[in-house]
């Protein structure tokens, strides 16, 4: 019977997550005695990361050729999740899996951490397209599974004025999509955003033109 391997573990994350992380390199030498330097895992917290599962915008999108030189052809995905971008990079034949991903397409990856050259990547397994709003769906469901820190009332009364002002640039345009301030405030909890717009909808700072959307009355 042939052997099962055992996959790792495809964690959700957010990129800002994984840039905080601690690549671990396990330093070996080659048959010729030359240092050679092997990516391990990625430390983050109580977890060693191999494998993760991210939902974000695709920013940039760049592809090479192959060269008579022996160079592979190489595509290169920049992804962005309003926490922070990370390049997506596959070569050789493993391209073509991937060449009709647009700039601009919303996308589930699931992929293999990679550090080369001081930089970490991702080696893509599965790319999908998906519905922008599950974005914001990932967020709220990785930030509800975070550890609650106590927030003063000076902090909250903080949080409530950048949300005052974001309301307050957006009159130009009709108004903000409630979406976006849960995607700018990204060190702020979901529920203390939705608990500061509905105390200013109750006291009638604002209003809600539809679902979704809200404008400022002062």
């Known amino acids: 019977?042939?052997?099962?391997?055992k996959?790792?573990?495809?964690?959700?994350?957010?990129?800002?997550d994984i840039l905080k992380g601690k690549p671990i390199i396990d330093e070996q030498k080659s048959p010729e005695g030359q240092p050679i330097q092997r990516f391990k895992f990625l430390?983050?917290?109580?977890?060693?990361i191999v494998r993760v599962n991210i939902v974000a915008n695709i920013i940039d999108k760049y592809m090479s050729e192959a060269t008579e030189e022996g160079?592979?052809?190489?595509?290169?995905?920049?992804?962005?999740?309003a926490s922070g971008q990370?390049?997506?990079?596959?070569?050789?034949?493993?391209?073509?899996?991937?060449?009709?991903?647009?700039q601009g397409n919303t996308v589930?990856?699931?992929?293999?951490?990679?550090?080369?050259?001081?930089?970490?990547?991702?080696?893509?397994?599965?790319?999908?397209?998906?519905?922008?709003?599950?974005?914001?769906?990932r967020k709220l469901e990785l930030d509800r599974e975070r550890p609650k820190k106590e927030v003063n009332k000076e902090e909250v009364l903080a949080i409530k004025d950048q949300i005052i002002e974001m309301i307050k640039k957006a009159e130009e345009s009709g108004g903000l999509e409630t979406d976006q301030l849960y995607?700018?405030?990204?060190?702020?909890?979901?529920?203390?955003?939705?608990?500061e717009i509905q105390k200013m909808l109750e006291e009638g700072l604002a209003y809600?033109?539809?679902p979704g959307k809200i404008r400022y009355l002062g």
């Open 1 to 5: 019977m042939a052997e099962t391997i």
């Open 7 to 16: 996959r790792q573990t495809a964690h959700k994350l957010r990129i800002g």
């Open 43 to 48: 430390e983050l917290g109580d977890k060693n």
């Open 71 to 81: 160079r592979k052809k190489y595509l290169s995905l920049t992804i962005d999740d």
């Open 86 to 102: 990370i390049r997506l990079k596959t070569f050789g034949e493993d391209t073509a899996r991937f060449q009709s991903i647009v």
């Open 108 to 137: 589930i990856v699931i992929g293999t951490i990679r550090f080369y050259n001081n930089e970490l990547y991702i080696s893509p397994e599965i790319i999908k397209e998906t519905d922008p709003r599950y974005l914001l769906v």
């Open 183 to 195: 995607h700018t405030l990204t060190e702020v909890s979901p529920d203390i955003i939705s608990q």
């Open 208 to 210: 809600e033109p539809r």
